[in-house]
């Protein structure tokens, strides 16, 4: 294992990048050499597996005199609490430091809340992370030091965007590598912790202008610290990102040395590690502690699931829990002292706990104001602690994962769309241009209503070793794969494995450069021909089935295209089951026809290759059904996976309704989830089943003089039951499925 490690970052994309990105790439490839010798083997099954829930009380400045311990620890025993982090410092130390410019906290007076809590907790068996939060600092540290602060491009001091005595870190420099570590190692060698949580550990300075970046990024690249990140392709863009993720190594490097240096069980663990390489992660991360603490207005109910996913794939053999908030933290505004509603509060963890989280609470402000969260989290927790050897996972027994890419993420920037062949398009600026967001989401929405139990697979970690486990990997427009990824999928394919891929999977480089042709040209059957619409208009598939894959829809000729199409040239002849029918007017109506109602242009390749299936879809299916939901595109990409699998999956679940779904196991057992997410508030889009809701009771004042003679439900077809209360009409209504009318006649 380490030996494959160690292979894996020496071959590597980073050291690569900085080689390609940069002419003078030399003082960053040394960086990165040296944090290679110097990682740590991976370490073992430490006392992180021991707790299955966790609570954070995260302090403000004036809860030491303020917060209720007894409600805590009440609360702590009574949902089976086996871990808690607690705030420590950072922006404020919540303990008597006395490491210089560490800001006490002005509330704390000779008390010390976070080694109280501390003892008291390790006393009730539970063990404790300490939480640090170094982005922001306080006047007099900037004014003595004013090399810790982040400066904009024109040197200027980066000020906190809501806190005005305060200012924003530099994360490159040495707040992060000199001042910090002094902290953490004051706090690990004061209270008996067992490691640290880090809470924006990155900074939130955006780009920083200061010396130490300027100098260090000039003698790492050759290059002036770019103006902004808009331009992904820009080499200096390039560089810069490589350069602050080798910085981000070399943090988690010394800070979890530092952390076990002081005590050889505990370690550092960040709550974030945004595209950072797994591999390299996992040479020094024991567990990770996923920060998505809610949704926000456009975002799906499985965004729970979809972090523990993500988590599970970051750490493979490691723990990994979800943070959630009980407040409303997942929109600008904010509002952390009242409560989210009991369903969504409900729906959002069990959903991370369907998908292998261990449920982290955080509750921002150890002074409770509205409780009524309280009752519900100790349900949960109760609950789970009550089943907690069905949710010690060995195994989750998916056979479909979704590879997500970084790179294209990060460096995949399509021209933005011209016209769509009979009008201008004006671009949306809704429609991310750069990355794959959106089709992964709605390839993703798509798995989850087709009810196939995934997990997630990162495009570096595609050895045979990890990912022979699966039965199929579906790209979603994985655009920015490495020649390696690709001869791995290519691999995978030959050995048996299925791939299902769309739109532009493999045309760049994993610099998003793109290339003559796909990589994965032989897997599609086709060659890329030079040309892909970004904006199409009421194109169309013609189904020429019957085939596996228009399954559903062979009673109708034509189904809908997708907005953006991908030209190319098939390899043999075989006719496609999906053709193309070219845009044609959308307006004005009396030009709404085709003037060539078939061609021989496929629109999917489903195909045989080596002992496996590929199919590959030459345009945005997933990305359109994102944005459009209909039901045909669902359909097909339920179609192509079930073809790709070439058998049944482990689990399927039949019923109504969206059901999330996922099968684990453990020692001496197998669960299946089913989460349901039924629910009209769940996402965005459009009904895709109804559901009989009720009973109603509807109360009518009738005209003047006139009384009922009947009163039938028209939807229902049924006589209704009635009663006259208070001179008004009283009708029972038991359900309604669509559109129920109570037609009262009147006498
Ligand atoms: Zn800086």
């Known amino acids: 294992m380490e030996n494959g490690m160690a292979d894996n970052i020496s071959g590597g994309l980073d050291r690569r990048i900085l080689l390609q990105a940069g002419g003078a790439a030399v003082g960053t490839l040394a960086l990165s050499q040296n944090a290679l010798s110097a990682a740590a083997p991976a370490p073992g099954r430490g006392w992180e597996w021991e707790p299955m829930r966790w609570v954070q009380i995260c302090a403000t400045d004036d809860d030491p005199q303020r917060y209720d311990k007894a409600f805590w620890v009440d609360f702590l025993k009574r949902t089976s609490t086996q871990g808690v982090c607690l705030s420590a410092g950072g922006v404020t130390a919540f303990y008597p430091t006395k490491v210089p410019f560490h800001y006490r906290s002005p509330y704390l007076g000779k008390t010390d809340m976070f080694g109280d809590l501390t003892q008291t907790c390790k006393k009730m068996g539970i063990r404790v992370l300490g939480r640090v939060d170094p982005h922001a600092m306080h006047e007099d540290a900037l004014t003595a030091h004013p090399e810790w602060v982040a400066r904009n491009a024109d040197g200027s001091p980066k000020r906190h965007p809501t806190a005005s005595d305060l200012h924003l870190t530099c994360p490159n420099g040495p707040v992060t590598f000199e001042w910090m570590p002094k902290v953490l190692k004051e706090i690990v060698s004061s209270y008996p912790v067992d490691g640290i949580f880090g809470n924006r550990w990155a900074g939130s300075a955006g780009i920083c202008y200061c010396n130490t970046c300027k100098t260090e990024f000039k003698a790492a690249s050759g290059f002036d610290v770019p103006p902004s990140l808009a331009n992904p392709q820009s080499p200096e863009v390039k560089a810069y990102n490589v350069w602050v993720d080798e910085k981000r190594y070399a943090q988690l490097k010394l800070w979890g040395d530092t952390v076990s240096a002081a005590n050889p069980q505990a370690f550092f663990t960040p709550g974030t590690w945004g595209r950072l390489d797994p591999v390299r992660l996992r040479s020094t991360i024991r567990a990770v502690f996923s920060d998505r603490q809610g949704r926000g207005g456009q975002d799906p109910a499985w965004l729970n699931g979809r972090s523990a996913k993500e988590a599970y794939c970051a750490m493979q053999d490691r723990p990994v829990s979800g943070i959630f908030a009980v407040g409303e933290t997942s929109t600008p505004y904010r509002w ?154 290519r691999s995978y394919v030959e050995k048996g494995g299925a791939i299902v891929a769309t739109h532009e999977t493999s045309l760049c480089d994993e610099w998003g450069k793109p290339r003559a042709n796909f990589a994965l040209a032989d897997l599609f059957g086709c060659d890329y021909a030079g040309r892909t619409d970004q904006r199409v208009q009421n194109v169309y598939m013609t189904v020429r089935g019957p085939h596996p894959l228009t399954q559903g829809f062979d009673d109708t000729p034509r189904i809908m295209g997708g907005t953006k199409l991908v030209h190319v040239r098939p390899r043999d002849q075989a006719m496609a089951p999906l053709t193309l029918v070219p845009s044609y007017p959308d307006l004005p109506m009396e030009r709404v026809f085709a003037t060539q109602w078939q061609t021989e242009t496929p629109l999917v390749f489903a195909r045989n290759f080596g002992k496996g299936r590929v199919v590959y879809f030459p345009f945005d299916l997933d990305r359109c059904f994102w944005e459009v939901s209909n039901q045909d595109h669902l359909a097909l990409l339920r179609n192509a996976v079930a073809w790709a699998a070439n058998g049944t999956q482990p689990l399927t679940v039949s019923g109504p309704g969206m059901v999330d779904v996922s099968y684990w196991r453990q020692k001496d057992s197998v669960t299946a989830h089913l989460v349901n997410l039924t629910n009209p508030m769940a996402m965005k889009g459009y009904m895709r089943e109804l559901f009989a809701m009720g009973p109603y009771t509807v109360s009518l004042e009738l005209p003047q003089g006139r009384n009922a003679r009947a009163v039938r439900l028209l939807e229902s077809g049924t006589d209704a039951i009635i009663h006259i209360e208070d001179g008004r009409l009283i009708v029972k209504v038991p359900n309604v499925i669509a559109h129920e009318v109570v037609a009262v006649d009147l006498s």
Request: net charge negative.
């Open 336 to 489: 952390m002292d009242s409560c989210q509603s009991s369903a969504e509060l409900t729906s959002y963890v069990h959903d991370g706990l369907a998908h292998g989280f261990r449920p982290w609470l955080t509750k921002f402000k150890a002074e409770v104001f509205d409780r009524r969260w309280v009752p519900v989290i100790e349900k949960i927790y109760a609950w789970h602690a009550r089943h907690e050897t069905y949710f010690r996972h060995t195994e989750n027994l998916a056979r479909v994962a979704m590879v997500q890419s970084e790179q294209t993420a990060t460096y995949y920037a399509p021209p933005a769309p011209q016209s769509a062949g009979n009008r201008e398009v004006v671009p949306d600026a809704a429609q991310a241009r750069i990355g794959n967001a959106d089709y992964m989401r709605g390839f993703y929405q798509a798995l989850v209503e087709a009810r196939v139990p995934f997990n997630m697979a990162d495009e570096r970690q595609l050895d045979p070793d990890y990912i022979a486990r699966y039965k199929v990997l579906v790209l979603p427009n994985a655009a920015a794969l490495s020649d390696a990824q690709c001869t791995q999928l």
